[in-house]
């Protein structure tokens, strides 16, 4: 379909013009089992967004999508305005500024907390430049100021896997700070945690937000209440309300697939 | 048209209807239409002084073909033919010690005894008579009552055609009711008329006759035509294009026998290789020992040969091998539920570390059959009805490839329907797709893992019966199946039996072909090499699962 | 465990340095000195048998150190090590072949026994140049690592992992060994390359050039052992472990795991290509069943019972299996493959750390044992190793 294809090339260009993260008509199957059906959506430089729906609504497919972990079937993903993601793989993709923070903390068990920073902070990444890398002294004070944003001063030197998991949880976020993203994925944040956790978590995450455009998908509704932001509602693998958090949750279909009537 | 070695067996419907038609047809031969006055002419003509005039008369009794006619030239080559004094016929007289028992030469009818040999003229015969006799009898044999009989005359006068022998041949073509037999004949005929001086036209019809063939001696015959400069040019040509009709068609049965070998070759791979797609599919992790476990399962045969062989009368013999399938499955099954029991669960599914255990066991497992067995190779006898061959279409296909064929087939489709029909298939499944679900469901995971590996085992115990029959039984007899099986799995995807089926077959049947091409090993090689740059394309096999659960 | 393992290594302080210079030291000096200065019959006397012998064992220590590389620090298990230590031997033995010039049975200076006998008449394109040492050395490196280079970036980078990987390595090492078998490719077939005469210009008979050998392998171990150090205690190193441990979340912090792996594989493959090399010359002989699908799978085991993701550990498990090996092949062969057979078992069931976490196992209890014994000091780990 030429003329589809000159019609469209114009139309991304426009509309992605503005935005950091740009999803229109993505699709992916599994066994013919549509995970996401030609989701779209935008999400503008410096907004936080809060994506919701029930399970398998294609959350972690998404961000699968967006990171490189997954091909789309079709559909187009733009990064800031103009960068095709899909042509690129997972450490492309996280070298242009794209951090992911995953539902159940994985941090490197067998690495030290600091060593684990190490590995997040910002620099080259080839092989050759990994091997011969030496640790200079910004980057050390880079990465004491992490660990003390993420309180983990004093175990900086504990293997992460002796963590409780509030800290595993904090260590990742403390390595999405070290990688310093322009854009960050949460995926389930404050997911297990005590109340003072969710707390100290939430407050975390405002200060990681303050300058960079982020996408949470949550489930727990005071959480997304407190980010005050605005929230779209993925179902079926499809974009189903978007809006407030007020306005969507007043929106009869989300009332219908929450509530299953 | 096929011909039958072996009419039992698993061919045995087929080869039995294939043997009732020959025997009808030999029972229907119809009378001799042989004219008996010009026989008993031809045989008083023998009785004569002149050797060249005997040799007159031996040619002419040979064109005949009367079925008195080799019986009379035996006794005439053996002197043992006589004319009778007083009855001035002319017998054949065996002598027993004391007495000739005479038969009449012409009728072939009981003519008494003779004591006296003075009554007796014998009718002689010199050298020269005598070859000339054995090359008649050679086409008489045309006439034989005895099918086999014909058909190794009509081969013989093929692969030594000449003009002499075209009346015969025609009147035994006329005769033949038997397809086969009558088949060979023509192209027998052919030949000579070729070979003999007639007209070019009737020679090169000789040459269309024979171009439908594969067979060796006439695409010798005919390319010696072809390059035969005395030979005439439009004959030349005929003969030339028939020997490149053979030549095509000669490369398609090629194809064809490649192609069986190997489905053949690929059926022992499937059989190897299935119990190992169902493993690794539901546990994900890789059993080492899978190849003792087909030599288990071989070991197994032989011990159940031996108690046939020792207790039971040799009747029943071949019925071992239905004693040895199940029994093989037992003792290999049971091997593998303990060792998942024992040594697997404790690993907690970790690939790696499940790996190297088995392979310890393997060693094990090899040692102490070496110790108990002895490392020598031991000797597992086919059944009689494992044993034969059938030709199908110009190839020939030995009996227990075409068994392990369907034996590997039959326990595909056994495996099929246990996984899709039962509820443990049912579990197995379910394991395979997403295990922490499956768990988090209810399903036993535990009991599901021993009785996969279980299962697994089984199946290649059953294997080694199989592979018992067409190898021998050793110690080592699992190593050589383990990568090969490896690479099926991979090749296939893990988990899919339609994996496994397409894998081995395709696998089997590429080495065949490449076996010529390459030499055994290069095309061992060749396909290694293939593999490891398939699964850059389809890292998970042809027939992968696909889904979030399998991504990490 | 990360730093336990380091400092079980004896990575990060003077006294690990220390400890690595003496038991190189000792290993290279006192074991020719007491094979050499020694009469025979004198109680320290250390025959020559036994230099080869533990020559031979420091080879396969180094093989298992260079598995270990990818095994225990990136979590690639390969089982077609033995390959590259295969090919580092053909390259040697090609050299050694070529120094036996017109001493062999048909005394052809042009031509290896193996070829005349085939009737080839001239010397394949791919001998040329084995004449010559220095270019020899350069090939133990570079053929294995070649090899190494092509089949680990098309495994890792279609990201064949886990028990895939560890098969199509198999499946690699049984096709070079098929490939070798075959008279047509140049290497004699069967029978391998052997009767080898000198090396250097020293006659490989003699006593002193098998101590010398010895030497040089006491001294390719060091050299290997402080590369393998080098690696797995820079940033890559923990980049290797953490690809290990949890090799996708890597990608997502921006790493190249491609890289990282490939170039362990590499450096692994040539040390084991190093290591063949100079297990040649101390057997004398060469031949396709160092191929052997089996063969590359006991490397895993030596790994494996020293302790992987240990540097010392693959060394000890190395040595201390061949020496058991010896032993029971000597006095009851039968027994040997069940005894290998339970080791495999025993140690994927109960020493998952091997004979290294053993010790430090016992190490913690006596400790633990002892009141108010301080607890592991801070190791400040980056930055020492970096030192």
Known sequence: MPENAVQQAPRHDVLAADSILYLDGVTVSFDGFKALNSLSFIVRPGEMRTIIGPNGAGKT????????????????????????????????????????????????????????????????????????????????????????????????????????????????????????????????????????????????????????????????????????????????????????????????????????? | MSRIRSPQGLVALVCALLLAFVLAVAAALPARAADDAAFAQAVEALDQRSFAEKADAVSALAALGHPRTAPVLEALSAGQLFRHRGSERIVIGAYNGNTYALTDAVTGEDAGTESSSRKLAKIVANNTIRVQIENALGSLQLTSADPALRMSAARQALDNPSADAIPALSAAVEAEADAGVKALMERALAASRLMGEGAEAERIAAVETLADTTDPAIRALLTRVANDEAVAEPVRLAAADAVEAIDTRLAVLGVGQDLIFGLSAGSILLLAAIGLAITFGVMGVINMAHGEMIMLGAYTTFVVQQVFRATLPPEVFGLYLLVAIPAAFMVAGAV?????????????????????????????????????????NRQVANPDWMSGSVELLGLSLTANRIAIVLFALAVLAGLAAYLRWSSMGLNMRAVTQNRRMASAMGIPTGRVDALTFGLGSGIAGVAGVAISQVANVSPNLGQAYIVDSFLVVVFGGVGSLWGALAGAFSLGIVNKFLEPMAGAMLAKILVLVFIILFIQKRPRGLFALRGRAFEN | MGPITRRLAGLENRKGWTAVLLTVLGFALVVPVLNMALEPGHPLHVPTYVVQLLGKYLCYAMLALALDLVWGFAGALSL??????????????????????????????????????????????????????????????????????????????????????????????????????????????????????????????????????????VLMLAAAYLAARFIVTSRLGRVLLAVRDAESRVRFLGHSVTGAKLF????????????????????????????????????????????????FGPILGAMSVNAAKSFFTGVAPEVWLFFLGSLFVVVTLFLPKGLVGLFGLLKRRQRRAMPKASPTPAPKATEETHA
């Not at chain 1, 450490?91 to 951090?99: P, R, S």
């Not at chain 1, 080839?126 to 175990?155: K, N, S």
């Open chain 3, 264 to 311: 362990a594989f590499v450096v692994s493959a040539m040390i084991a290509g190093v290591a063949g090399a100079l297990y040649v010359p101390q057997v004398g002989i060469i031949n396709p069943s160092e191929f052997s699908p089996a063969n590359s799978i006991e490397i895993a085991i030596w790994t494996a019972v020293g302790g992987r993701g240990t540097l």
């Open chain 3, 80 to 217: 077609g090590h033995g390959a590259f230590f295969a090919l580092g031997g053909y390259v040697m033995g090609m050299y050694l072949m070529r120094q036996i010039g017109d001493r062999g049975v048909y005394g052809n200076a042009e031509l290896p026994d193996f070829m005349v006998f085939l009737n080839w008449d001239s010397l394949p394109w791919y001998w040329m140049g084995f004449d010559s040492f220095a270019f020899t050395a350069v090939m133990v490196l570079i053929v294995p690592g070649v090899l190494a280079f092509v089949f680990g970036w098309l495994a890792f980078r279609s990201r064949i992992t886990g028990v895939y990987f560890s098969i199509i390595t198999q499946a690699m090492t049984y096709a070079l060994m098929l490939a070798f078998f075959r008279n047509e490719m140049g290497f004699g077939g069967n029978n391998g390359l052997t009767d080898f005469k000198d090396i250097l210009g020293f006659s490989m008979s003699r006593d002193s050039t098998k101590v010398g050998l010895y030497v040089a392998t």
């Open chain 1, 61 to 261: 497919t998404m961000m699968d999508v967006i990171t490189g972990k997954t091909r789309p079937d079709e559909g187009t993903v733009l990064y800031d305005g103009n960068v095709d993601l899909t042509k690129h793989d997972e450490a492309a993709i996280a070298n242009m500024g794209i951090g992911r923070k995953f539902q159940k903390p994985t941090v490197f068990e067998n690495l030290t907390v600091f060593e684990n920073l190490e590995l997040a902070l910002k620099g080259p990444r080839g092989t050759f430049a990994v091997l011969l890398a030496r640790l200079m002294g910004e980057q050390r004070d880079r990465i004491d100021a992490v660990l003390g944003t993420i309180r983990l001063t004093d175990r900086a030197h504990t293997s992460a896997g002796a963590l409780s998991h509030g800290q595993k949880q904090w260590l990742e976020i403390g390595m999405l700070f070290a990688q310093d993203p322009r854009f960050l994925m949460l995926d389930e944040p404050v997911a297990g945690m005590t109340d003072a956790e969710t707390e100290q978590t939430a407050e975390l995450l405002r200060e990681i937000a303050r300058d960079r455009s982020v996408l949470v998908v949550e489930h727990d509704m005071e959480f997304v209440r407190n980010l005050d932001c605005k929230v779209t509602v993925l179902h079926e693998g499809s974009v189903l309300a978007e809006g407030s958090l007020a306005k969507v949750q007043a929106d009869e279909r989300v009332i219908e697939v929450y509530l299953g009537r």
């Open chain 2, 336 to 376: 593998g539920v303990a060792m998942e029991r024992g040594i697997i669960r404790f690993l907690n599914g970790r690939p790696l570390e499940t790996l190297l255990a088995t392979w310890g066991i393997s060693l094990i497992l090899q040692q102490a059959v070496r110790s108990i067995f002895g490392a020598t």
